[in-house]
């Protein structure tokens, strides 16, 4: 029975923890208000010292990927709308990116990327040449000395899956960095 008492305390925190985490405002009358609010500032600490970690970690992610993007990438395969381009069209095509700015061709804008989504995501901004003022959500992977690109062209929803559907306006690219 002694050590049922001595667990009592742990269940508790971890009940009250577990309630409070869930955004339930109702405790039961067992609890007392002191240990409400004892509980709720473990629960405030333990956010505030684990926050800066997540943080930190998704800025390192950002950073990491922001070094790798950049150089001059060109066009291994494309695929437009479900259908796959001929190699004739693409062929010597570059992307440049650099610090949050992109080139393809004549077109030229900005880029954000979001490396710590569960599919990493990219925003692209067209300040000037044909797509001026247009903005394209696309997922990316980025594997060494590849580049895949999953945009919308349609600039309406980011694509889920790096893979296009008939009737849409999604294209999908695949780079390869240039070798100096």
């Known amino acids: 029975m002694s050590t049922i008492k001595h667990l009592f305390p742990i269940i508790e925190t971890l009940v009250v923890g577990i309630i409070t985490m869930l955004g339930a405002?109702?405790?039961?009358?067992?609890?007392?208000?002191?240990?409400?609010?004892?509980?709720?500032?473990?629960?405030?600490?333990?956010?505030?010292l684990v926050w800066p970690f997540f943080f930190l970690l998704?800025?390192?992610?950002?950073?990491?990927?922001?070094?790798?993007?950049?150089?001059?990438?060109?066009?291994?395969?494309?695929?437009?709308?479900?259908?796959?381009?001929?190699?004739?069209?693409?062929?010597?095509?570059?992307?440049?990116l650099t610090v949050d700015k992109y080139r393809y061709q004549n077109d030229q804008g900005e880029y954000k990327l979001y490396?710590?989504?569960?599919?990493?995501?990219?925003?692209?901004?067209?300040?000037?040449g044909?797509?001026?003022?247009?903005?394209?959500?696309?997922?990316y992977e980025l594997e060494g000395d590849k580049l895949k690109i999953c945009y919308d062209l349609a600039g309406k929803t980011r694509p889920k899956k790096f893979k296009t559907e008939t009737g849409t306006q999604q294209f999908l690219v695949t780079y390869q960095r240039e070798k100096d």
């Open 115 to 128: 490396p710590a989504e569960e599919i990493k995501a990219m925003d692209i901004i067209g300040r000037e």
């Open 58 to 96: 998704n800025n390192k992610f950002l950073e990491d990927d922001r070094k790798m993007i950049e150089g001059t990438w060109v066009i291994v395969e494309a695929e437009l709308g479900g259908q796959k381009l001929p190699d004739e069209s693409v062929k010597g095509t570059k992307l440049i």
């Open 25 to 48: 405002r109702v405790y039961p009358r067992i609890f007392s208000i002191r240990r409400r609010r004892f509980v709720n500032i473990k629960i405030l600490l333990t956010i505030a």
């Open 130 to 139: 044909p797509n001026k003022g247009k903005n394209f959500l696309a997922i």
